[in-house]
Each structure stands twice: as C-alpha cells, then as structure tokens.
C-alpha cells in the first residue's frame, strides 16, 4: 500500500515554523520523486517543492529561502520544513509521490493536512 499519509499541520503565528511530514508505506521500493503542494481557499492547487530520488530540489518563488523540503528513502517519508510563515501561505498541504513498478510510473496522493497562519 503506497498511499501517502501528511501529518505536521496545525495553527501558528505569522513568522513560526512548521515541519510537515509525509510517510508511504516502508515496505515497497521504487519511490522515486516526491512532492509537495498547496491549495488556498478559492485559489488553484500551486505546488511548492519537489524533490527527486537522487535529492535534488525545486521550490516556488513564493518559498524558496523559507521552506526545506528533504526526504528520509529509509522510511519511504519526505518533509517540509517552513519558516518564516506569512499568512499567506495558508493553505492545504498534500503530498504526492511517484512510484515506478516493473511496466509503469503511477502517482499517488495523501489526503491532505491544513496549515494556518494567523496575522
């Protein structure tokens, strides 16, 4: 069972942190890049950071030098560490991770976990 399970979210003030952490099952292999994204209330899903099998990094405009985004392959679990947070970056975070089998590459997502950042 690959499906993604966030956890981390919670309330905090502008200028706090959070670490969110997503797990897929330790036992299965083949996870290859595993990302993060974000959806505000009216707003399009906007995905904030990547990162490969290998460890490389993309971010948003919108976070880089505030938000981390590192992955432990042992456990199968990526995270996001956010600093600095704005009000702004309130939203529903969800994980997504590709797995790649034998004939093909699927994509499987967590459900979800709310940040929210008062002013």
């Known amino acids: 069972q690959v499906q993604p399970v966030e956890s981390g979210g919670g309330l905090v003030q502008a200028g706090?942190?959070?670490?969110?952490?997503?797990?897929?099952s330790r036992t299965i292999s083949g996870i290859n890049a595993m990302r993060w994204y974000r959806q505000a209330p009216g707003k399009q899903r906007e995905l904030v950071a990547t990162i490969t099998a290998g460890g490389?990094?993309?971010?948003a405009d919108s976070v880089k030098g505030r938000f981390t985004i590192s992955r432990d392959n042992a456990k199968n679990t990526v995270y996001l560490q956010m600093n600095s947070l704005k009000p702004e970056d309130?939203?529903?975070?969800?994980?997504?991770?590709?797995?790649?089998?034998?004939?093909?590459?699927?994509?499987?997502?967590?459900?979800?976990?709310?940040?929210?950042?008062?002013?």
């Open 56 to 59: 490389s990094t993309n971010y």
């Open 16 to 24: 706090g942190s959070l670490r969110l952490s997503c797990a897929a």
């Open 90 to 119: 309130t939203a529903v975070y969800s994980c997504n991770v590709d797995r790649t089998s034998a004939s093909s590459t699927r994509t499987y997502w967590g459900q979800g976990t709310q940040v929210t950042v008062s002013s």
